[in-house]
C-alpha cells in the first residue's frame, strides 16, 4: 500500500479483555516497530522485527503483550488481560532496510485503545 | 540511562510569531537526531541531525545540533496556525529503535 495501515484506528475495550492490533507495513519494507504513546507522552519502544525475526522485544512491558510477524509482512500486536494502564495509542512503524533511520521510517495513524 | 528531554512542555503563540523549541539528550553511541510533528497520530519527519553545528532549514522551519553540549532546537519563524502540533525529538543510537522525548504541544493561535 501507499503507506502504513493500522487497524482498528480505535478500539474500546473492557479490562480483562483480550486485544489484537494489526499493522500493515509499506510492501518489501524489511524493518518494523510497535511504540506505545500514552496520553501526553512521546511514543516509546515495544519491539521490533526485521523480516519475521523479532530482533528486540525490550519494550514490551509485560508478559501480557505479544507481538508477531510470521511471514515478514503483517504484523499484529496482543495484548491479553488489558488493564487501564494499557490505554494508549500504539504506533507502527516501518523502513525499507534495516538500521536506517529518520526520512526513511514511516509511521502509520495509529491504534487508539482505551481500556474501561 | 539514555534520554531525551524536551522543552517546554508546552506553547501558545500567536501567529506570526517565532518559536524555538528545545530538546537534549544524553545518550551513548550516539548516531543521529531527529525531529517530528505530530498533528494527529502519525508523526511526520522534519530533520535528521547527525553533525554539529550544521543548520538543517525547510521554508519556515530550521533546526540544529550541538554534540558537545548535547542539545538540539526547533526553530519556527513567522508562525502559521496550521503549525500546531507536537513536535517530538527523538535519537537514533547503534540500534535501530528512536527513543523519543515527552514533545512540545504548540498552539499557534490566529
Known amino acids: 500500500g501507499a503507506g502504513v495501515s493500522q487497524s482498528p484506528r480505535y478500539k474500546v475495550a473492557k479490562r480483562g479483555q483480550d486485544v489484537a492490533l494489526r499493522c500493515d507495513p509499506i510492501?518489501?519494507?524489511?524493518?518494523l516497530f510497535w511504540y506505545q504513546q500514552a496520553l501526553g507522552q512521546g511514543p516509546e519502544f515495544l519491539t521490533y522485527f526485521q523480516n519475521e525475526a523479532q530482533l528486540d522485544k525490550s519494550g514490551l512491558p509485560s508478559d501480557r503483550f505479544f507481538a508477531e510477524r510470521p511471514e515478514g509482512s503483517v504484523s499484529t500486536l496482543k495484548i491479553q488481560r488489558t488493564q487501564q494502564e494499557d490505554s494508549a495509542v500504539y504506533l507502527c512503524a516501518s523502513s525499507l532496510s534495516p538500521g536506517t533511520v529518520g526520512n526513511t521510517i514511516y509511521f502509520g495513524e495509529g491504534s487508539w485503545l482505551t481500556v474501561v | 540511562e539514555d534520554k531525551v528531554v524536551q522543552s517546554p512542555l508546552s506553547l501558545v503563540v500567536h501567529e506570526g510569531d517565532t518559536v524555538t523549541l528545545n530538546c537534549s539528550y544524553e545518550v551513548t553511541n550516539f548516531r543521529s537526531l531527529l525531529w517530528y510533528k505530530q498533528e494527529k497520530k502519525a508523526p511526520t519527519f522534519l530533520f535528521m541531525l547527525t553533525s554539529s553545528g550544521i543548520e538543517k532549514k525547510s521554508g519556515r522551519l530550521s533546526s540544529i545540533l550541538d554534540k558537545k553540549e548535547l542539545f538540539s532546537i526547533l526553530n519556527i519563524t513567522a508562525t502559521q496556525t496550521g503549525d500546531s502540533a507536537v513536535y517530538l525529538c527523538a535519537y537514533n543510537n547503534a540500534g535501530n529503535m528512536l527513543t523519543f522525548g515527552g514533545g512540545t504541544r504548540l498552539m499557534v493561535k490566529p
Open positions: 510492501s518489501g519494507h524489511v524493518s
